[in-house]
DNA sequence: GTTTAATACTAGAACGTTCTAGTACTGATT
DNA sequence: AATCAGTACTAGAACGTTCTAGTATTAAAC
């Protein structure tokens, strides 16, 4: 229990230094695993620390070392395709870092979640999908190695790791044109990461196709409610169009909830392609076609840059991934009476 | 540019000092807006942090104070009632901690999340909805204050917060019955916190009320995967029943996706019901009717809890939150016909 | 004009580590 | 027998704060 503990520190190196009967230096060096003492010794100083129950206090650690060896990551918490993300920066140990996580909730800003982040001193910081204008990143850029994650922002000093949503919308859209579908609507994505660049792809893709006054583009959003209120407002407006393309995963998710719920089929009536390849996709109504972004790389690959720009052994730069078109149920050759 | 800071510290509070033309002391009470300074020297020293950019090194001010006035919350980054129950953690400022997360994934589990809470010496810990054994958080409990949070334990010093998970559910199971149904089956949540609870609250339910040999217990799990597995088992094996109750709202997601599939409509052919009132409850295909739990009064609490007993103002115990039905469109009178 | 009380300020010792610069010992090399 | 190299170990100064115990300075009280 506890209660035995009421008011005890835990112990330190010095009372472990005690216990094994040596110096607090070669305590430390055995703890750490650092070369410098016999194999008697470190057998020793182990089974005092596992007897008092030593364990290392990290503030002082980290204090005590010329650098940290903090990664912070800000991220949404509530939002799944971020939880991918974090998920995987877990998956790739071994740099000697250690994750710090801050997390952005409503009314908790990116600077709010910086801060404490900053305060840790931690060496590079991943930011997740922020939305925040670029002359407040160049600030945070001042401070401290910034690797932003699934968005575009050409500034200098600022490294970015990033699917192709350009090339990765156009395969989306190419993969309904190509199944014959000619009234195609595009649910956007409004101020999220990669919106623009997402909804620009589609209109240039349309024209390509020379569709360019069949291609709708309705406000949305990055969640299903969003996706559900554009669908409602596609169907009030009249005919709809075969085929919906939606900012992300969620959004199209929410097109297949209003789809059902007014009795269109998919991908009879109507075909439905997402983006990301959220975990939601599969599971979705009608399985989900959609554009997959490869959270592990891009989380690996983000925690890589992150490292090495801590190390100053990266310049900052861009890395950019290829999507990839998944095929699932959602989307189906166009009807030929449409 | 960090290009112009490149090796450079971060300015110190004696830098600061040397800025303002003060002590250190000086400078740290004024940073730390304890009382001893005058209003001129408080002005001054301000000006000077900001101009030399001064930040306070938290792992120094923790490592002094004789508090680390952390508390460190672990929970599963991917599940999304975890991630409400986190917002709801950030909800509550004012109590003089600051929080610490420790991310639950696959391969990461509870004593290697906490393991890093307790270096950083934080003084209680909120674990989310884990799963482990009762001796394994007794032995954590040895180490620091324990806030279980939407889980029941009958362990001395361990405290909970949770919500009434027997009460939920037969609140759910009463409802179903009230409109008329008779044959229901309930999607289990296998080991999941809170599942061995609802799932005999569910048969004692139905034994009150004469129905036992109508229910019927599926092996489900608390992931949409496992509704939609789950409902298919249900499917095959002959006559559906009117009504499906399930572990939780994404099971309860699942469900409705393997219904729409099957062709069922919900709630004219089978009523569904879920558990959480979680985000994806409104928007699924059919909004969902499902028991309340309130995440921002549990995290408020939970949080309240963990500072108390850090500070040991409390005596570690349980409290047990009231859930309440939420009534949407996923439930409906049982036909006569069935 | 001395005491008292309060306010503004400071020196310097912690906090629990790491790390540099050293000492003491061993065994091999000349 | 003296030198060297290597291994095992230690003393003690950092790291950047807070906090205790103080010293001035001023204002009020008699």
Same mark, same amino acid.
């Given at each position: 229990?506890?209660?035995?503990?009421?008011?005890?520190?835990?112990?330190?190196?010095?009372?472990?230094?005690?216990?094994?009967?040596?110096?607090?230096?070669?305590?430390?060096?055995?703890?750490?695993?650092?070369?410098?003492?016999?194999?008697?010794?470190?057998?020793?100083?182990?089974? *005092?620390?596992?007897?008092?129950?030593?364990?290392?206090?990290?503030?002082?650690?980290?204090?005590? =070392?010329?650098?940290?060896?903090?990664?912070?990551?800000?991220?949404?918490?509530?939002?799944?395709?971020?939880?991918?993300?974090?998920?995987?920066?877990? +998956?790739?140990?071994?740099?000697?870092?250690?994750?710090?996580?801050?997390?952005?909730?409503?009314?908790?800003?990116?600077?709010?979640?910086?801060?404490?982040?900053?305060?840790? =001193?931690?060496?590079?910081?991943?930011?997740?999908?922020?939305?925040?204008?670029?002359?407040?990143?160049?600030?945070?850029?001042?401070?401290?190695?910034?690797?932003?994650?699934?968005?575009?922002?050409?500034?200098?000093?600022?490294?970015?790791?990033?699917?192709?949503?350009?090339?990765?919308?156009?395969?989306?859209?190419?993969?309904?044109?190509?199944? /014959?579908?000619? *009234?195609?609507?595009?649910?956007?994505?409004?101020?999220?990461?990669?919106?623009?660049?997402?909804?620009?792809?589609?209109?240039?893709?349309?024209?390509?196709? +020379?569709?360019?006054?069949?291609?709708?583009?309705?406000?949305?959003?990055?969640?299903?409610?969003? /996706?559900?209120?554009?669908?409602?407002?596609?169907?009030?407006? +009249?005919?709809?169009?075969? *085929?919906?393309?939606?900012?992300?995963?969620?959004?199209?998710?929410?097109?297949?909830?209003?789809?059902?719920?007014?009795?269109? =089929?998919?991908?009879?009536?109507?075909?439905?392609?997402?983006?990301?390849?959220?975990?939601?996709?599969?599971?979705?109504?009608?399985?989900?076609?959609?554009?997959?972004?490869?959270?592990?790389?891009?989380?690996?690959?983000? =925690?890589?840059?992150?490292?090495?720009?801590?190390?100053?052994?990266?310049?900052?730069?861009?890395?950019?991934?290829?999507?990839?078109?998944?095929?699932?149920?959602?989307?189906?050759?166009?009807?030929?009476?449409?």
């Amino acid at each position: 229990m506890a209660g035995s503990r009421r008011g005890r520190q835990s112990p330190t190196l010095v009372e472990l230094a005690e216990a094994a009967g040596c110096s607090t230096s070669l305590a430390s060096i055995v703890m750490r695993g650092a070369p410098g003492a016999s194999d008697a010794t470190r057998k020793r100083v182990m089974e *005092a620390a596992e007897s008092i129950g030593y364990r290392p206090d990290e503030r002082a650690r980290s204090l005590r =070392r010329s650098s940290s060896g903090l990664i912070g990551v800000a991220y949404h918490v509530a939002e799944p395709f971020h939880a991918d993300l974090v998920e995987g920066l877990y +998956g790739t140990e071994g740099d000697g870092f250690d994750l710090v996580l801050g997390a952005m909730v409503p009314g908790r800003d990116v600077e709010h979640t910086i801060e404490p982040l900053l305060r840790q =001193r931690c060496e590079a910081i991943i930011l997740i999908g922020s939305m925040l204008p670029v002359a407040r990143l160049r600030r945070i850029r001042e401070e401290v190695p910034l690797v932003l994650v699934a968005r575009q922002v050409r500034a200098a000093g600022i490294d970015v790791v990033r699917t192709d949503d350009r090339g990765g919308q156009r395969l989306a859209t190419e993969h309904l044109i190509g199944l /014959g579908h000619r *009234a195609i609507a595009y649910i956007d994505g409004g101020q999220h990461p990669g919106a623009a660049i997402r909804r620009r792809s589609f209109r240039d893709t349309m024209a390509a196709h +020379g569709l360019s006054d069949q291609a709708r583009v309705i406000p949305g959003g990055n969640t299903e409610e969003e /996706g559900i209120r554009a669908t409602r407002r596609i169907l009030d407006e +009249g005919e709809p169009p075969t *085929a919906i393309a939606a900012f992300n995963d969620r959004a199209a998710t929410g097109v297949l909830t209003m789809l059902v719920r007014a009795g269109l =089929r998919v991908p009879e009536d109507v075909s439905v392609i997402g983006f990301d390849d959220a975990r939601i996709a599969r599971t979705a109504v009608t399985p989900l076609t959609t554009i997959r972004q490869d959270t592990t790389l891009m989380a690996h690959v983000a =925690r890589e840059r992150a490292a090495g720009l801590a190390r100053q052994r990266f310049v900052a730069g861009e890395q950019v991934l290829v999507p990839e078109l998944t095929e699932r149920e959602s989307t189906a050759p166009a009807r030929p009476d449409h």
